[in-house]
């Protein structure tokens, strides 16, 4: 690859997955962070449509990768290491919006996987993985950068807890794409997790109002 795309491939890696996350949690207020990040996500998902040889319907590709057994291990697992998290760090939360908003809750379940579980997806798998790809260290490398990075992308909620959260989502999420090579199940694993997230009631520490930068 020339240098000139080599560099290019390097200037809007760095931009959109370490400077704009970046100045995002440490700028902009609160009110204004969400904007921003789906701005961000439609620009990622903008170059993903303009990545050479990629096409939409090759996401549709590993279908058969999803396995209802493994699927219900999953989901029970996320619900256990989810609810000890609550009842570690915030157990007046454990189901929270069951409790208080059920309605909300139903609309979360519905919601989340279309309007954040795959936007996300879309710009950290496929555009990861496959625009970047020639500046990308190789195995498993590629799946530590991608999952730290995706943590980072959450550094604007300013936890630990999320940080922790998000990196140990981001390897799962990309061995699924990457290992697995299933765009499908990616997507259905960070939706699984999302909702089970928001329904133990730790989407208080995804939530913008709580946000308390350190500094």
Known sequence: ??????????????????????????????????????????????????TPGFRWRALREGMAEIKLRQMLIYTALMFAACFAVTMLFAPEALFFLMRNEPQLMVVILIFYPFVSALPQELVFRPLFFRRYKAILPNGWAAIWLNAGLFALAHLMYWSWVVAIMTFVGGVIFAHAYKERASFPLAVLMHAIAGNIIFLMGLGVFFYSGNVVRPF
């Open 1 to 50: 690859m020339p240098v000139q795309n080599t560099n290019r491939l390097w200037a809007e890696f760095l931009i959109l997955f370490v400077l704009a996350p970046v100045l995002i949690a440490t700028l902009l207020p609160a009110t204004v962070m969400f904007s921003a990040l789906f701005a961000l996500t439609a620009l990622g998902i903008l170059l993903l449509h303009l």
